[in-house]
Structure formats: C-alpha cells, structure tokens
C-alpha cells in the first residue's frame, strides 16, 4: 500500500530532523576532538614545533572529511527534496563520513593524550613550553647550554617538552641528540639576560653514564635515574615536543 502526500510529508520531515540530529553529534565530536590537531599545519617553520608525519596525515585527513560533509550539507540544503532513492543514498554516505571523521579525529586525540608511563599517571596533560611563563625564550636557553660544553662548532638537535600537573605546576625537559643528554628544564623569570636556565640546571643526565638498568640500581642515588625513565622522556620529546636545530654559532668574547 502506498503512503499518501502526508504521510511522505511526515516521513520526510522524521528523517530530515534524525539527519540535522547526526550532523549535530558529529560537528560537536569534530569540535572536540579538534584540540588533538598538531599545530604544524599552521605552524612557521622553527617558531612553533614540528609533529611526525603519521600525526600530520591524520590531522590532514580530519580537515579533508570535514571539508567533504560540510560541502554535503550545503549541497544537500540547496537540492530538490523530492527524490526518495536519493534521499536515502544521502542518508548512507552521510552516515559513511560521519564515522570516518569521528574514527581518525579519536585516534589523533588517544596518540595525542598518551602521556609518558613513567610518571605513573601523575602529569594530567603535555604543554608547549614556549607558551608558558618561565619558558618563553628556549632558543636563548639552549645556545647557553651547548656554550657551556663548548659544542657550539657544529650542528645541534634539541626538542623541549613539558608536562602540567593537576595542581598545575610543570616539569619540563631538553633532550639533546648528539650529547646524548636528557636535562631538566626549571626555567627562569629574568627577561633582560641570557636564559642560563638550562644550562645551571640541578640535572643534566647523559645517557649510559647517569642512567642505570633498574630502579634497585638506582640505589638511594638522589640524581641517577633508569634507562627505562630517561628514554621514555626523550621518545615523547622527539615526537611530541618543540624541535630546535642549532647551526654552529661563535661565542661572544666576554663568555
């Protein structure tokens, strides 16, 4: 039996208000999981920190599939609505999309969000250090860190990174590739000098040196730290952190 001109009308309507619910739902967990993006496609290059290429093509799949639904939206609003078959093909592909972008916008946030397990869950998220107070001028810091083991002859990789606590304090490290040196980062408040920060810093850990296989090695030492704890760190700040590559620079006369 054949529905009549109002029953279409109504069963048109229904599923036009379950389509506008979805596009809803999925422009709010779009939304959402927007905070996992990786500032490096809109980044300039050496000013804000470079991500893997693996979260670059997730984050540019994420826009892509967005730019799709959206562009279905308008199209489907501007077409005649008096194709049913079209309708619901409509309603499949719309469907299709909305999973797609849901699915790599939680997988972006779930490799974005996994924070270093040597901290036993006590850091609540990763910060950007260049954009917080004490470590705004990591450049100035790491020129004075590779000054003062006089390495400033050739070329240097550092990255920084920095975990925020519940109570908001941050704990931030330097990683340095060629000096094999995981170094803690307090930072400093003094804007009119040279940011020795790092360089005076209580630790700076070389690795096979300072570091030991387990934690009974560790052995009351209040500066050793294990293998495990100081590769985690330095993983997560080549991934993760701010990347700073230092060409050989002269030192000033007076140092």
């Not at 719309?94 to 972006?108: H, R």
């Not at 920084?160 to 908001?168: A, L």
């Not at 690795?207 to 050793?224: E, P, R």
Request: charged share 20%; glycine share 4%; proline share 3%.
């Amino acid at each position: 039996m054949q529905n009549g001109p109002e029953e279409n009308r109504a069963i048109f309507m229904l599923g036009g208000m379950t389509r506008s619910f979805f596009h809803l739902v999925f422009l709010l967990v779009l939304l959402i999981n927007m905070r996992g993006l990786p500032v490096s496609l809109v980044c300039i290059p050496g000013v804000l920190p470079a991500q893997t290429a693996r979260d670059q093509i997730s984050s540019f799949l994420q826009i892509k599939v967005a730019r799709r639904f959206i562009r279905s939206l308008i199209v489907f609003s501007l077409r005649q609505k008096n194709n049913m078959r079209w309708k619901k093909m409509n309603n499949v592909r719309c469907y299709i999309l909305c999973t797609v972008a849901a699915f790599f916008s939680s997988i972006n946030v779930s490799k974005a969000d996994q924070l270093p397990d040597v901290f036993n869950k006590s850091a609540k998220e990763r910060v950007v250090l260049s954009t917080q107070p004490y470590f705004t001028r990591p450049q100035s810091a790491i020129a004075e860190l590779i000054a003062l083991y006089e390495e400033n002859g050739k070329t240097n990789h550092l990255c920084t990174v920095g975990y925020r606590w519940d109570d908001g304090h941050i704990i931030a490290f330097a990683h340095w590739q060629e000096a094999k040196m995981l170094a803690l980062w307090e930072g400093t408040v003094d804007e009119d000098r040279p940011d020795t920060s790092l360089a005076l810093s209580r630790r700076h850990w070389i690795f096979g040196k300072d570091t030991v296989k387990t934690q009974a090695d560790i052995n009351g030492s209040t500066y050793l730290v294990t293998e495990k704890y100081w590769q985690t760190i330095a993983a997560d700040c080549e991934k993760n952190g701010e990347q700073y590559t230092v060409a050989s620079f002269a030192l000033n006369s007076s140092e």
